[in-house]
């Protein structure tokens, strides 16, 4: 990375125009003036408005001298989603993963397992935070940037997704908003209501939504057991069903005071509570094997409920002329609970196996931090800052079992109802420097340290982890000469992705039915953070108020790379040691490597109107993307980073009608399958390999928008018109010569269902 700074600032500092083309370039921008003997008559000067408010998305986009893209409430409300999720996977190089219609990891430019950083007012949200419980009734803008920044984290390989939750700097209006959605004739209703008010020298907001959500799963999965000569050793047939109702419950709301100096204070809170009731039945039907199943018949009942509460609040305090010192403060506090009651009936029969799994975690946190923002010298604005973190999290986890009525139940890991304790300290220093050249060229360079500590006491001792990360970060754009709709920015960045802490520390997770391709799963506490080099191209054409066309490329080098390794422990493991052998597999987060990911990315994005005269009031939407990745150390040809797939495309229109109150709009997205080696063992005495595929998505959303009156509309919309089944195939093939060659796949099928929503919305 030092090599690369000094050549990446020659690239950038040393490439001027010209004197002449510059002096051209400033006359073109500069106000014409007349001479004094000229005796053209005076033009009226036209009258200039100056708004404290935010810029609109598009031109705070094109201003950035680190690329980030601003997502506001017009793309929120498209749609008239009722999960933030669905928001996101229209956006570009963002995917969900995860089947349509149930969420999952959000991902950009398809890297999973945290490479994609989601930050919540610009901080880390609450543990156990899940975007897809967040109502986008409650954010006010998304932005998403594809490259790290001092001032936030550089826990960002693939990018950062900034959640910003309302702040109500330009509502004037009460607005209420009733909805509910059906799927499969279940009904989920909703209401969110946005109040803002002033008294005084106090401005506030209340943004609220509750709501409660119903459905209904289904799953058929095979399991197989295959030799290398042909014959079959195990083959199961098991299909589940699930039904569940959860009740949610968000609060967002806002205050703001402005002193008589000038200084002004910030406080929002946000809650996020909600429980859910849940009824599983499951049936497994073995054909073939000599081991009898776990279970013929499984009946289940769960209950679960939560509670994050976060708080944000910010100081800004004018230190005389332009400087000023922005202090922020938060905390957040958490818990989660959960039992689960689960009956296991044999084919003979016998009273049935009674298994009680319960789950109580507790999380705290405390933050501080600032930033100091000065002039500095001609074009340069200069900040630094720092920011503190501390966590605090206490869990129990308890798993007993009870064969027979008769006997005691007995705990099925040895850790089984002891309390697991965890804290994390975080420490970050940085300082930026935003640097405009001459008019057409403007640099960020920054740089910010981070230092991590986990610690975590257990009943087998003392877990400590400690890490840091020094990430310079080199962003710059160039506005071309003479076209002043194209500019092309250059980013060269390192960014770093820490294991998580339940990676490191986590009290075992037991498989439900354990296996090679269903294995428990643990930590490692010797994992090391995951450090990329990166290197971002984009070149981009703005058209009219809201419209571009960009293209981007990207490239990640990335050391240290984290991967889940198979094994089989054996005894003195205390579940192995009363097991079948074919029922000790266990999954552990190891460093494994380097490898490397680049792709490219296109985005159009317009309204014919301004394009043509009398064209139609059509809004169009697209964008492409397309992935390449290598993991050294794993064989190809599919040796992918983990979950990422070849492409991923959306395309959307919106039609407005002249004759009627009506808008008409859909979007598509599409990704194809994926296929990707997990891991990989060889050694002299085995080799062992796991290929992990899933289908592809197509997901149809189409809406229509009936504005009854200025203040009131109506919104029908159907989500996953296409209803595609997902399905997925886990394969492991383990070799142990002289022994046949075993290969144990798994292949699972989850139908998808449409959704049909309508939504009135109103202002008062």
């Not at 005084?200 to 030799?227: C, K, M, P, W």
């Not at 079959?232 to 703001?256: E, M, Y």
């Not at 205390?574 to 597999?585: D, H, I, L, V």
């Not at 492409?647 to 296929?675: C, E, H, V």
Request: with cysteine; hydrophobic share 35%.
């Amino acid at each position: 990375m030092s090599k690369l700074i000094p050549y990446a600032c020659l690239a950038l500092f040393g490439a001027h125009l010209p004197a002449s083309a510059q002096d051209a370039a400033a006359a073109d921008q500069a106000p014409a003036v007349a001479p004094a003997q000229s005796a053209a008559p005076a033009r009226a000067i036209p009258q200039v408005t100056i708004s404290g408010g935010r810029a609109d998305d598009m031109t705070e986009r094109r201003n950035s001298t680190a690329g980030k893209q601003v997502y506001g409430r017009e793309e929120l409300d498209r749609n008239g989603d009722t999960s933030l999720g669905d928001v996101l996977k229209r956006l570009p190089g963002v995917t969900i993963g995860g089947r349509a219609g149930r969420g999952g990891d959000v991902r950009m430019r398809g890297l999973g397992s945290g490479y994609t950083q989601v930050l919540l007012n610009g901080e880390r949200p609450p543990a156990g935070f899940s975007m897809e419980s967040l109502s986008p009734d409650q954010v006010e803008r998304v932005e998403v940037m594809r490259g790290p920044i001092a001032e936030h984290s550089t826990r960002a390989i693939a990018g950062t997704i900034n959640i910003v939750l309302r702040d109500g700097y330009q509502q004037r209006d009460i607005q209420l908003k009733v909805s509910d959605s059906i799927e499969q004739g279940r009904h989920s209703p909703n209401v969110s209501v946005t109040m803002p008010g002033k008294i005084g020298a106090l401005t506030y907001s209340f943004s609220g939504s509750i709501g409660e959500h119903r459905q209904h799963d289904q799953t058929q999965t095979v399991n197989q057991d295959l030799r290398d000569d042909g014959v079959v050793t195990k083959q199961q047939l098991i299909q589940n069903s699930s039904a569940g109702t959860s009740q949610n419950l968000h609060l967002t709301p806002r205050l703001s005071y402005k002193f008589d100096n000038g200084d002004t204070l910030n406080f929002q809170p946000f809650v996020m509570a909600s429980r859910g009731d849940n009824t599983s039945h499951s049936v497994l039907e073995q054909s073939i094997g000599d081991i009898a199943p776990e279970y013929h018949v499984e009946d289940g009942a769960t209950h679960s409920s939560s509670t994050f509460v976060r708080g944000f609040g910010n100081w800004i305090h004018r230190l005389g002329g332009p400087a000023k010192l922005d202090v922020k403060f938060g905390f957040g506090m958490g818990r989660r609970d959960s039992d689960a009651l689960r009956y296991q009936y044999d084919t003979a029969g016998n009273p049935p196996n009674r298994i009680t799994d319960t789950d109580a975690t507790r999380d705290r946190s405390a933050n501080t931090g600032g930033k100091y923002t000065s002039p500095l010298g001609q074009g340069h604005m200069l900040a630094a800052g720092w920011d503190l973190e501390g966590t605090h999290r206490v869990q129990t986890r308890t798993s007993l079992e009870q064969p027979k009525a008769d006997q005691p139940a007995h705990p099925r890991f040895p850790e089984s109802g002891d309390d697991l304790s965890a804290d994390t300290r975080r420490v970050a220093v940085f300082a930026q420097d935003e640097w405009d050249i001459t008019p057409q060229w403007a640099a960020y360079v920054g740089a910010r340290w981070e230092g991590i500590r986990t610690t975590s006491d257990r009943p087998t001792g003392t877990i400590s982890n400690t890490s840091s990360v020094f990430s310079p970060l080199l962003h710059g754009v160039w506005r071309i000469p003479g076209f002043t709709k194209d500019q092309v920015r250059m980013s060269l960045t390192k960014s770093y992705k820490s294991p998580n802490v339940q990676d490191l520390i986590a009290v075992p997770a037991l498989s439900r039915l354990n296996s090679a391709t269903s294995p428990d799963r643990t930590g490692n506490p010797n994992l090391k953070p995951e450090l990329a080099t990166g290197l971002d191209l984009a070149y981009e054409h703005y058209l009219g108020r809201s419209g571009i066309l960009s293209a981007s490329a990207f490239v990640r080098d990335i050391d240290n790379l984290i991967r889940r390794q198979l094994s089989q422990p054996g005894p003195p493991d205390a579940r192995c040691a009363a097991a079948p052998e074919s029922r000790c597999w266990v999954s552990t987060p190891t460093n494994i490597g380097h490898a490397r990911t680049s792709g490219i990315e296109l985005e159009a994005k317009f309204q014919l109107v301004e394009l043509f005269e009398d064209a139609p009031a059509i809004d169009f939407r697209s964008n492409y993307s397309h992935f390449w990745s290598r993991v050294d150390g794993i064989s190809g040809p599919d040796n992918r980073l983990d979950q990422q797939p070849k492409q991923t495309a959306n395309i959307g229109l919106d039609y407005r009608m002249k004759a009627l109150p009506l808008t008409l709009g859909g979007s598509f997205n599409w990704t194809p399958p994926i296929r990707v080696m997990t891991s990989e063992s060889v050694t002299a005495q085995t080799v062992q390999r796991q290929v992990v595929e899933t289908s592809r998505k197509r997901v149809l959303d189409m809406y229509a928008l009936w504005k009854m009156t200025p203040q009131t509309q109506l919104r029908i919309s159907a989500s996953n018109l296409l209803a595609d089944d997902a399905s997925g195939d886990n394969l492991v093939y383990t070799s142990k010569p002289p022994e046949l060659g075993l290969a144990q796949m798994s292949s699972s099928l989850n139908p998808t269902y449409t959704v049909w929503s309508v939504r009135l919305e109103t202002k008062f």
